[in-house]
């Protein structure tokens, strides 16, 4: 059973407007979660997280928002730009019982067109 | 920056071979981890290890062991090599826990394709 889903396996964006990205966890033990970034024949690279005492993040042009009682969380990407297409992962941590053991979603595909 | 090295990016073996998975990290991180990368069902994880000579079960460890004799070194091993264990395995590294929240750095990966 997939403790962290991304029910949308792709989306597709025109430049300049807003990406959302939408996640969604069962473990309530979570209290850490991570987006990844990753180009086709890369390694995933670190993007941005947020802490389950925030309900907001931002970095840029990519904000993280958490609904806890949701079990929810999104990433926004304002404005998109033709170089974010890739493959997003949400992950999440149960930092204090698991260390650093990430569990990840399934991903979306994010296609930015000129 | 920090360095994940996978030995190799490509590899093509046959049904039964025994496949070694190498991976190299020059910033002394504790620890590292192998998943595997299969469309739809995102990165899942195979064996983690917190220290020299340590090794713990990931989510899916059957048809998989690891080695790590050395702190920067973890090997992935598949003793018999499937066919359904062609996918794109990808090593990561990372601080203790306490030191951050849980960032991960990542190899290229290496593509494995079992005929």
């Known amino acids: 059973d997939q403790q962290v889903k991304q029910n949308s396996p792709s989306l597709s964006v025109q430049e300049g407007r807003i990406s959302i990205l939408n996640c969604d966890y069962t473990?309530?033990?979570?209290?850490?979660f991570l987006w990844y970034k990753k180009y086709p024949a890369e390694g995933p690279t670190f993007l941005i997280s947020?802490?389950?005492?925030?309900d907001k993040n931002e970095d840029g042009r990519f904000t993280v928002f958490l609904n806890k009682s949701a079990k929810h969380l999104s990433l926004h990407i304002v404005p998109s730009q033709p170089g974010d297409s890739a493959v997003y992962f949400c992950?999440?941590?149960?930092?204090?019982?698991?260390?650093?053991?990430?569990?990840f979603g399934g991903g979306t595909r994010v296609l930015v067109k000129p | 920056d920090v360095k994940v090295t996978q030995s190799s990016r490509y590899l093509v073996k046959r049904t039964g071979e025994k496949v070694f998975l190498e991976c190299v990290q020059d910033?002394?991180?504790?620890?590292m981890f192998w998943y595997r990368q299969d469309p739809g069902l995102g990165l899942r994880l195979i064996y983690f290890?917190?220290?020299?000579?340590?090794?713990e079960k990931g989510d899916i460890p059957e048809g998989y062991s690891v080695s790590r004799e050395k702190k920067e070194r973890f090997s992935l091993i598949l003793e018999s090599a499937s066919t359904n264990q062609t996918s794109m395995y990808l090593c990561?590294?990372?601080?203790?826990?306490?030191?951050?929240?849980?960032?991960?750095?990542f190899g290229e990966g290496s593509r494995l394709t079992v005929l």
């Open positions: 290890s917190y220290d020299v000579k340590m090794k």
């Open positions: 910033m002394d991180h504790e620890n």
């Open positions: 947020i802490s389950s005492i925030k």
């Open positions: 992950a999440a941590s149960a930092i204090r019982t698991a260390g650093n053991k990430l569990t």
């Open positions: 990561a590294s990372s601080q203790p826990q306490g030191a951050n929240t849980g960032e991960l750095f």
């Open positions: 473990n309530s033990m979570f209290d850490y």
